[in-house]
């Protein structure tokens, strides 16, 4: 199995940025696709954007052009960089892992808050 730590996350004024960071550690090697997923309240979890062992990436339509997922294969850690958060953007975010066989594992979750 797939163990995640997530840091990062806190309050930012609209506008402003975040980085938040999951790092795997046990069965890396099973890790086909790594992503985050976020969920505000009375919504349902949704993707935010996703990341391939080759490098593809995917993002939800509603933070294309802001976020950027990213990896560092040498430190088996996975970031999403936020950029000009918005206030819809508050949220409880969740990284998320696929393995090859495909099973899930998550992350603890952490809260990001947008507000002035």
């Known amino acids: 199995q797939v163990q995640l730590v997530q840091s990062g996350g806190g309050l930012v004024q609209p506008g402003g940025s975040l980085r938040l960071s999951c790092a795997a550690s046990g069965s890396i090697l099973s890790i086909s696709v790594m992503g985050w997923h976020r969920q505000a309240p009375g919504k349902q979890r949704e993707l935010v954007a996703f990341i391939t062992n080759s490098g593809f990436t995917n993002y939800a339509d509603s933070v294309k052009g802001r976020f950027t997922i990213s990896r560092d294969n040498a430190k088996n850690t996975m970031y999403l960089q936020m950029n000009s958060l918005k206030s819809e953007d508050t949220a409880v975010y969740y990284c998320?892992?696929?393995?090859?066989?495909?099973?899930?594992?998550w992350g603890q979750g952490t809260q990001v808050t947008v507000s002035s």
């Open positions: 998320k892992t696929i393995s090859t066989r495909g099973l899930s594992s």
